[in-house]
């Protein structure tokens, strides 16, 4: 059995910490693992073999790749399969299934795993996942139907059958339902919440597919044959990957599907799908306040405060939500959460950068703080991995100062190369050809002070470059 982790969405709902450039699966949880990390180490749990896919966008390869390295110490290959642009969940997982069956078979079976997902209990998710298998080897396309706490209205259900090994027939799945509906399958018993996990063969899933939508199947397939392989990592060829149909799994194969069941689920489960979800994860004071962060509440209850370095202080607010992720704020109702994500449209349709990215820019040698942003001048804080190369590069419009605050650096600036140590500085010239990279196995942080007229990303010319950005 090899996982499948899908690792996409922007998390809208959990702005500003959730961004584009950095989604929800890479978030902080409270306890300071990412929801990314514990999905690894779930996948980890429970896979019979060495290997763990994942399905991702190209923009998050190196993210990923470092999250793996913090979530885990175990040895494990790690193959990415890079999606150029966002596109649904039957898209992915038939192109996962298509990468699996060339490689292991038709038996082979996948265990797909949303990245976003929260399970505490990794022994009662993998006694589940067995059932699964069971079920999955017998033919069945399964997933897993959480057993509902409320009448909730933001989930489909699973409508239970008949009795199977483990598990039940799916006699249907069924769309969001209104509160009232929801009241009578929370009432009833046989439906459980979908919350988008699956196991099944290579080839069950690939059947199913021919039959109930085979544009997805062709279109997956002609995708896999234009798109180049390196090692552990596939690329999906733009043009083809676009002309894959946008749906789900659900709508493609699961709802129009023969052989299906579902797994009750005996662990407790959460999407982590607002900031009250997120919030009850902090343990709540004698007032029902909740604070991640450094925070003071005066007069205040049933309120979830989460800061990022800078003190919130809070008097006399009920049922407030506060966020502080450096340059952005979050007041909310508790009761109006959900609606956060009009904020992010908001933000995209003024082209704001806050829609997009925070402060702390990842890259693939590191990441870069902005400190300051002024018209003649821009100051970052870098930090350069060990191992991490910045690209060979020049700017037309401005020069830069490196000072070394901690570590070692290894610069080039023209054909000369120099060792940086801590308090050490050098001056970088406009049109000056200039590289950076950390020789050592520790961080190294510097500070960047670049003068001009024009400090935009489109004035690097890039002419080398280890992580293929030329």
């Known amino acids: 059995m090899i996982p499948v982790i899908l690792s996409g969405g922007a998390g809208t709902r959990l702005w500003p910490v959730s961004r584009r450039a950095f989604p929800k699966p890479f978030m902080r949880l409270p306890d300071g693992d990412s929801l990314l990390g514990l999905a690894l180490q779930r996948a980890l749990a429970v896979m019979e073999g060495e290997e763990v896919i994942t399905v991702t966008s190209a ?10 390295v913090r979530s885990s110490d175990r040895r494990f290959v790690s193959r990415l ?10 898209p992915a997982i038939v192109l996962a299934a298509l ?60 409508r239970a059958g008949a009795s199977l090994d483990g598990g039940f027939v799916i006699d249907a799945f069924v769309e969001k339902p209104d509160l009232a509906t929801a009241e009578r399958y929370l009432a009833a018993g046989n439906y459980t919440w979908n919350a988008g996990m ?6 069950a899933l690939l059947a199913a597919a021919a039959k109930a939508c085979p544009d997805v199947l062709t279109a997956a397939q002609a995708c896999i044959a234009a798109s180049p392989e390196q090692g552990d990592v596939v690329l999906f060829d733009k043009a083809s990957f676009l002309a894959q149909p946008d749906i789900s ?42 604070v991640q962060g450094e925070a003071i509440v005066v007069d205040g209850a049933g309120n979830f405060i989460q800061t990022e370095g800078r003190l919130v202080a809070a008097v ?18 508790r009761h109006q959460v959900q609606a956060v994500r ?59 100062h490196w000072t070394v605050v901690d570590g070692t650096a290894k610069v080039r600036i023209g054909d000369e190369e120099i060792l940086l140590q801590r308090n050490q500085s050098t001056y970088i010239p406009m049109n ?17 002070t670049q003068c001009g007229d024009y400090f935009g990303e489109d004035d690097i010319e890039r002419l080398e470059d280890v992580y293929g950005r030329c």
């Open 59 to 68: 923009d998050y390869r190196f993210l990923t790749q470092d999250e793996y």
């Open 81 to 90: 399969l890079l999606e150029p642009a966002g596109r649904n969940t039957a």
């Open 99 to 158: 990468d699996v069956q060339a490689r292991y078979g038709d038996a082979a079976q996948l265990l797909v795993l949303p990245a976003d997902h929260l399970i505490a209990d990794v022994d009662s998710f993998a006694r589940d996942v067995a059932k699964a298998r069971t079920l999955a080897a017998a033919g069945h396309l399964v997933t897993f139907g959480i057993q509902p706490t409320a009448p909730e209205t933001g989930f489909g259900y699973i």
């Open 198 to 203: 699956f196991c099944f063969s290579a080839g």
């Open 249 to 290: 799994i659900d709508y493609a194969v699961m709802e129009r599907a023969t052989h299906r069941a579902v797994v009750p689920a005996r662990f407790d489960w959460s999407d982590i799908g607002s900031w009250n979800a997120l919030g009850d994860l902090v343990a709540p004071d004698a007032d029902g306040n909740r």
């Open 316 to 333: 006399g607010v009920k049922d407030v939500v506060i966020v502080d992720a450096g340059d952005a704020v979050l007041v909310a109702d």
């Open 342 to 400: 009009h904020v992010v449209d908001t933000l995209r349709q003024r082209s704001h950068y806050a829609a997009q990215h925070h402060l702390t820019v990842h890259r693939p040698w590191g990441s870069y703080t902005v400190l300051e942003d002024a018209k003649d001048c821009k100051v970052k804080r870098l930090t350069v991995k060990p191992g991490g190369v910045l690209s060979l590069q020049r700017h037309q419009r401005r020069s830069e």
């Open 432 to 448: 000056t050809l200039h590289r950076l990279e950390n020789p050592t196995d520790r961080d190294v942080h510097l500070i960047e």
